[in-house]
């Protein structure tokens, strides 16, 4: 019996001293694995395979996909829309309805918050610009 209990307290001693030395990991374990910031230009870039910036462009001004001829020899040309100014609720609309060009992505409001405060932190001096201009009007 001695030897069952002494097995058992070296045994907690030990397991003690592991939870001592992994503490400060658990402690930190509920921050995140990367920042908000990161996760919205992760999922810019690609989010479920095809990146919002091959049609928005790398700031969300919005760039050529694609020119070409019509039947009639004319230039057309698709280009996507500038989403810099768009709002958080009609990103979260135009992700989650369907058009003709862009894919419709099934992202959460959660994940489309995080692209929209990245494009706004990304395009602060352009914004800001836009906002004076529009103010001295």
């Known amino acids: 019996m001695y030897y069952i209990k002494n ?3 070296e045994l907690t001693s030990h397991v003690i001293k592991r939870l001592l030395v992994f503490l400060p990991l658990l402690l930190g374990a ?10 919205g230009q992760m999922l810019y870039n690609n989010p ?15 760039c050529v996909i694609v020119s ?15 989403i810099r100014q768009e709002s958080l609720s009609s990103m979260i609309n135009s992700v ?13 409001n959660e994940e489309v918050n995080a692209i929209y405060d990245y494009l706004k932190k990304k395009n602060e001096g352009y914004l800001s610009k ?8």
Do not use: A, W
């Not at 479920?48 to 969300?60: A, E, K, L, P, T």
């Open 7 to 9: 097995s058992l307290g």
């Open 96 to 108: 989650n309805t369907y058009h003709e060009i862009m894919p419709r992505y099934y992202l959460t």
């Open 130 to 137: 836009f906002k004076e201009s529009n103010s001295s009007k």
């Open 68 to 82: 070409f001829k019509d039947v009639d020899g004319e230039k057309k040309v698709i280009k996507g829309l500038d």
């Open 48 to 62: 479920r395979g095809v990146s919002c910036s091959q049609c928005h462009g790398d700031n969300g001004e919005g």
């Open 30 to 39: 509920s921050e995140d694995f990367i920042s908000h910031d990161e996760y």
